[in-house]
């Protein structure tokens, strides 16, 4: 059974910064796609940043530029550093890996909340 673990959510005021952290049970690269999705209340969830397991990566309009996520083979963890926050980024952020063959499957964290407030 897959297994995600975040971490690294908090309380941070406008203009700070947070990493968050994805450690999975097991090779990071087994997986097609790896991502950071976010869902504020009454909003769909949303990607915000999603890495292959080629390393194509691809970001969310709203955050590019000031979010980066990046990936650690030796420890199968996926990092979302995120600077520059604001109060519209406040959000539960779930890490997701995808599974395509033979059919899509979708594994989640158990999310972490983010909160950007003064």
């Known amino acids: 059974q897959v297994q995600l673990v975040e971490s690294g959510g908090g309380l941070v005021q406008p203009g700070g910064s947070l990493r968050l952290s994805c450690a999975a049970s097991?090779?990071?690269?087994?997986?097609?796609?790896m991502g950071w999705y976010r869902q504020a209340p009454g909003k769909q969830r949303e990607l915000v940043a999603g890495?292959?397991?080629?390393?194509?990566?691809n970001y969310a309009d709203s955050v590019k530029g000031r979010f980066t996520i990046s990936r650690d083979g030796a420890k199968n963890t996926v990092y979302l550093q995120m600077n520059s926050l604001k109060p519209e980024d406040t959000a539960v952020y779930s890490c997701?890996?995808?599974?395509?063959?033979?059919?899509?499957?979708?594994?989640w964290g158990q999310g972490t909340q983010v909160t950007v407030s003064s």
């Open positions: 890495i292959t397991s080629g390393g194509y990566i």
């Open positions: 997701n890996a995808a599974q395509f063959a033979p059919y899509r499957r979708d594994y």
């Open positions: 097991g090779s990071i690269f087994s997986f097609p796609a």
